[in-house]
């Protein structure tokens, strides 16, 4: 059974930075596209950034310049640094990954962590 755990959320000021992690675990054959998305309250889930297995990356326009997404392939991992996080930032973070297991291939399937609260608060 493949998961995604995400860690690193909290609390923090106006302007600070928090890394977001996200592990994929369980017997996986190969992991497509992995992306951050967010849901504020009272909001649909939006998202924040996707990164190819390639390496190609596009961010929503809100968090251009400002956030960071990265992987590990070789630790089935999705970083996502945030500097200079504003107000309307605060949501709870999800890890999303197009991933094949062994069952599935050649077709990947959608999985998501849990969600990790990320809140920008004075």
């Known amino acids: 059974q493949v998961q995604l755990v995400e860690s690193g959320g909290g609390l923090v000021q106006p302007g600070g930075t928090l890394r977001l992690s996200c592990a994929a675990s369980g017997i996986i054959f190969s992991i497509h596209d992995m992306a951050w998305y967010r849901q504020a309250p009272g909001k649909q889930r939006e998202l924040v950034a996707v990164i190819a297995r390639s390496g190609s990356i596009n961010y929503a326009d809100s968090v251009k310049g400002r956030f960071t997404i990265s992987r590990d392939n070789a630790k089935n991992t999705v970083y996502l640094r945030m500097d200079s996080l504003k107000p309307e930032d605060t949501a709870v973070y999800y890890c999303?990954?197009?991933?094949?297991?062994?069952?599935?291939?050649?077709?990947?399937?959608?999985?998501w962590g849990q969600g990790t609260q990320v809140t920008v608060s004075s």
């Open positions: 999303n990954g197009d991933i094949t297991t062994p069952q599935t291939k050649p077709f990947g399937r959608n999985y």
